[in-house]
């Protein structure tokens, strides 16, 4: 503030002299908007919207409410701030034992659990894969060639 006041007093004889010498002061000391400090966004579960687990034996209607039920707990937790290793373990508690030791054989420490904007593999694209080629399986369906 001592510059301001030194800049004031040496260099405004008038009003509008007085915003010139304000602004340009304001200016010289303003960070670029790319410099200025974002407060960091910690990851924190939210308990109360955290998904139901998922069971091997739950009918495949159910997935879909169970993804959209992972997607808003990873959104309001913040968990896309944590690294992709931490977040497969926030989701794979979210799968029953027999369904997690399915899909964790598939995933690499750089898959996010959820797709981003950046990143579509993911943990759960990976696992509607695997629940597809199940089905397909269990329903007789080939592999058919588009």
Known sequence: M????????RDATTIDELVAVTLKVLEASAEPASLQQVPAIKAKPNTALKPFMLKHNDMPVTMQAWIDQCETYRRTSHLDTLPD?????YFLTLLDSSLRARIKKSLTDEIPALPTRDQQDSCISIFVACCYVYMCKVMGIRKQTL
């Open 2 to 9: 001592g510059e301001f006041q030194d800049s004031m007093n």
């Open 85 to 89: 290793k931490d977040q497969q373990a």
